[in-house]
């Protein structure tokens, strides 16, 4: 009878059953009980630039942000947002009327399904997407629609969005799409092309466009990072979120915002109210010092990201995974059938034990489980020696 009352209703509602434990919870605690080496979950073992913390502390100290902030959130930082929207890429938003401080990327999300979606709306999302994106879809009763990205092989592998499956996902039901990009967990970057195609599927169809951009400063190679919002017609049907999280390595911090029009903020605003209604008041004086920082912080991280990729991929590559080469986030995917595996659950299940290792299996981010069975990720927001060495232990249990 765990978790029922006497009349055997379950506790959990109906919209939430089937969201129970996450994976990250699993595999965190066989990383513990394991002593391994935890590639799981999306944090940085090193927290982000002394002077952001610096500027936290000020806050404190200073009595700036320990109450309740507006509701919005402070006008630095919603002012910080909008110059960095207009400085990266070429958007201009009105900090008072069109940016609007979450509680990370994550509370952002939640708002903007709940304030968007009516039961019955059909929500497009890609596939294998973000874990609360299911949930925050199924919160608000929506219909979750998901659109596989499709692993390819040629020319270095990578998961690659069929434009024509996303096309034939539309129905007269469609409310909106949910689009990463830098995508989690398969590191593709959705090109300018592509994106010009769904901005101009957006208009056509009348939807409005939720596009998470968490990573947007996690771009390698040749890869950019394009806005959804900068394209004819996207503007005023877009909502625009990312975070400080993943930019300056403060996960714990949970800072996120987003940007989009006058009413659709408004929106977003009213079921964001009734969430958390506030958050992080100090530490949003310390992201709007680090929304300021030069560009040279930015290509820094990038580079120091770039080597870590390749220093893991490189350890993946050796011991027989088929590497999927992620030009974004600091996630990368894997295929373990080269090793003779097939069951990417059953792989992460054990891993710790066999190698002193865990990763995610990616399965977990997917309707259809069979599509994701193969595919594990492993992130690569940690030192060096620590890539090293979970890349040396990799290669010892499996390179022959
Ligand atoms: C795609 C994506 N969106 C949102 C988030 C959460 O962002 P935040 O920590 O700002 O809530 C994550 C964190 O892993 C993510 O990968």
Redesign the pocket.
């Known amino acids: 009878m765990a978790g029922m009352t006497s009349t055997a209703r379950p506790f959990l509602n109906r919209r939430l059953a089937g969201f129970g434990t996450t994976i990250f919870a699993e595999m965190s605690a066989l990383a513990l009980s394991t002593g391994s080496i935890n590639l799981g ?3 940085p073992d090193t927290d982000g630039p002394q002077e952001v913390r610096d500027a936290a502390v000020r806050a404190l100290r200073e009595g700036r942000g320990n109450q309740y902030p507006p509701g919005p959130g402070i006008p630095e930082l919603r002012t910080a947002v909008a110059a960095h929207q207009q400085r990266r890429y070429g958007l201009s938003y009105d900090p008072d009327t069109e940016v609007l401080v ?8 939640a708002a903007a399904l709940l304030a968007l979606v009516e039961p019955g709306d059909e929500v497009i999302a890609l596939e294998p997407y ?1 874990d ?1 994106y299911a949930a925050c879809i199924a919160m608000a009763g929506g219909a979750r629609v998901p659109v596989t990205l499709r692993p390819h092989v040629e020319g270095g592998a990578s998961f690659r969005l069929d434009l024509d499956e996303l096309r034939a996902a539309v129905t007269d039901r469609t409310r909106l799409l949910l689009i ?1 990009t830098p ?3 398969t590191g593709t970057v959705l090109t300018r092309a592509e994106l010009a195609v769904i901005a101009e599927l957006a208009v056509e169809r009348d939807l409005l466009v939720v596009t ?1 951009e ?2 947007e400063h996690l771009v390698f190679d040749d890869a950019e990072h394009v806005p959804l919002a900068t394209f004819p017609g996207m503007r005023e049907r877009t909502v625009s ?6 930019t300056y390595s403060f ?1 714990g911090w ?3 915002w987003v940007t989009s029009s006058p009413g659709l903020v408004t929106a977003v605003r009213s079921a964001k109210q009734f969430l958390t209604y506030v958050a992080s008041g100090p530490f949003q004086y310390a992201v709007a010092e680090a929304l300021r920082l030069p560009d040279a912080y930015f290509t820094a991280f990038r580079d120091d990201l770039r080597a870590k990729r390749d220093l893991l991929s490189a350890g993946l590559t050796d011991a027989g995974f088929t590497v999927f080469r992620p030009t974004g ?1 600091y ?1 990368v995917t894997t295929d373990i059938r080269p090793l003779g595996e097939s069951d990417g659950l059953a792989f992460c299940r054990t891993l710790p034990e066999r190698a002193g290792v865990v990763a995610i299996p990616n399965a977990v981010f997917y309707d259809h489980k069979e599509a994701g069975a193969p595919y594990v990720r492993f992130a690569f927001c940690k030192r060096v020696e620590v890539l090293a060495d979970a890349a040396e232990r990799l290669r010892k249990t499996f390179a022959h």
Not at 102 to 109: K, L, R
Not at 241 to 246: R, T
């Open positions: 979950q999306g944090f979450t509680a990370g990327a994550t509370e952002a999300i973000y609360s990463n995508h989690n967990p998470d968490v990573y979120i990312s975070s400080a999280g993943k996960t949970k800072v996120g986030t996630f």
